[in-house]
C-alpha cells in the first residue's frame, strides 16, 4: 500500500526550463509534506517543505504547491539548472514525525 | 562537519552471516531512524527511535534488530543476512520536523 506515490520515474528538461515534479499522497492523516534531493552515492538531503495548512511555499528557484483536496502536491524549479539533476523524493508525515517516502523521480537537466 | 556518519561504506556479505550497520549523529537529535532504499520502491523505514532508550518497527522490520546504544548511536544488525537485504540503507536524525531529516550517505550492502 503506497501511501505517498510519484508515477513519474523520470523527467528530462532543457536548462532554463522549468521542471515540475509531481506527487500524490492517500493518507488524509498527513499534514506535514517534504521534498528531498539526491546525488549518487549521497544520502538524501532535505530541500523545501510545507505544512498543510498553507497552499504554497516557496525558497529562491524552490516552489512546493499543495492541493488537498486532490491530495497533490508538485515541486517547481525555476530555472532549471544542470547542478538540479538528481533523485528527487516526496515525502509525508502525520504527527508522528516519521517521514513516508515516495519512489522517487529522476529529473535531468540537458543543456 | 557536523552530521550523520554510517559505517562501513561498502560490505559483501554471504547468505546466513551476520553484520551490524553502524550509525552516528553529533547533532544533539532525540530521533534516529534506518531506510533502505530500493529501485522504484523508494525508501523504506526499516526501524526508528523517537527518543534514546525506544525502539519501534518501521515498514519493513523483518530480518533486522536495532539497538539505541545512546544518545549518538543507532545500530541496525542483520543476524542472518539473506539475499533479498540487498539494499543501500541510509542512516537519518531528526528534531524538529521543520528541519526535516539529517540523511548519512549510505551503506551499500550487497548479499550473495
Known amino acids: 500500500d503506497q501511501q505517498v506515490k510519484q508515477n513519474s520515474p523520470s523527467l528530462s528538461v532543457q536548462e532554463g526550463r522549468i521542471s515540475i515534479l509531481n506527487c500524490d499522497y492517500t493518507?488524509?492523516?498527513?499534514?506535514?509534506f517534504l521534498w528531498y534531493k539526491k546525488y549518487p552515492a549521497e544520502g538524501p538531503t532535505f530541500l523545501i517543505s510545507?505544512?498543510?495548512?498553507?497552499d504554497k511555499n516557496e525558497d529562491g528557484r524552490f516552489t512546493v504547491f499543495l492541493n488537498k483536496s486532490a491530495k497533490h502536491l508538485s515541486l517547481h524549479i525555476v530555472p532549471s539548472q544542470p547542478g538540479d539533476s538528481a533523485v528527487y523524493f516526496c515525502?509525508?508525515?502525520?504527527?508522528?514525525?516519521?517521514?513516508?517516502f515516495g519512489q522517487g523521480t529522476r529529473l535531468t537537466i540537458n543543456p | 562537519n557536523a552530521g550523520v556518519t554510517q559505517t562501513p561504506k561498502f560490505q559483501v556479505l554471504k547468505t546466513g552471516q551476520s553484520m551490524t550497520l553502524q550509525c552516528a549523529q553529533d547533532?544533539?537529535?532525540?530521533?534516529m531512524y534506518w531506510y533502505r532504499q530500493d529501485p522504484g520502491m523508494g525508501l523504506r523505514l526499516i526501524y526508528y527511535?523517537?527518543?534514546?532508550?525506544?525502539?519501534d518497527k518501521g515498514e519493513v522490520p523483518n530480518g533486522y534488530n536495532v539497538s539505541r546504544l545512546n544518545k549518538r548511536e543507532f545500530s541496525l544488525r542483520l543476524e542472518s543476512a539473506a539475499p533479498s537485504q540487498t539494499s543501500v540503507y541510509f542512516c537519518?536524525?531528526?528534531?524538529?520536523?521543520?528541519?526535516?531529516?539529517?540523511f548519512g550517505s549510505g551503506t551499500r550492502l550487497t548479499v550473495v
Open positions: 510545507i505544512s498543510s495548512i498553507k
Open positions: 537519518a536524525s531528526s528534531e524538529l520536523r521543520v528541519d526535516g531529516y539529517t
Open positions: 547533532m544533539n537529535h532525540n530521533s
Open positions: 527511535s523517537a527518543s534514546e532508550g525506544t525502539t
Open positions: 515525502a509525508a508525515s502525520g504527527g508522528a514525525q516519521k517521514l513516508v
Open positions: 493518507n488524509s492523516m498527513f499534514d506535514y
